[in-house]
Structure formats: structure tokens, C-alpha cells
């Protein structure tokens, strides 16, 4: 049924967009295939606890890129 629905979507769209769609459907093969989860946390790693100082502004825009915000 979920596969009649998805070609009844498909119906009238333009050929570039029926290949994105075929793209996407890809990827999701490729992330079941692979055990692929957006819920991994990441880690530290090499530079655990040696990181000492980051500047207050370390967010704000450099002086010599303000003109082109």
C-alpha cells in the first residue's frame, strides 16, 4: 500500500525531482544496510581535559568581516 501511495505522489512531478527522490531513497537503503543512527553521541577524544582557555568572543564576527554582514 505505502508503495501506491508513493507513486501516486510521484505522478506529475518533473523528472529532476523524481531523481532527488530516488536519491533519498537511496540514502535510506544505505542507513538501514549500515546501522547508520543520528542518536550517536560524539566524544572528546585526544583532547580531553587539555583544552584551558577560549576567548569570551570566540562567536562574534572579526572586525575585518563586519562589512560584509
Do not use: W
Request: with cysteine.
Amino acid at each position: 500500500m505505502a508503495v501506491d501511495v508513493l507513486i501516486n505522489e510521484a505522478q506529475g512531478l518533473p523528472e529532476d525531482s523524481i531523481k532527488k527522490v530516488v536519491e533519498y531513497i537511496h540514502f535510506l537503503k544505505y542507513e538501514l544496510n549500515n546501522n547508520v543512527s543520528n542518536n550517536k553521541k560524539r566524544t572528546l577524544g585526544r583532547l580531553e581535559g587539555k583544552m584551558t582557555y577560549m576567548a569570551d568572543d570566540f562567536d562574534a564576527t572579526p572586525e575585518c568581516f563586519k562589512e560584509y554582514m
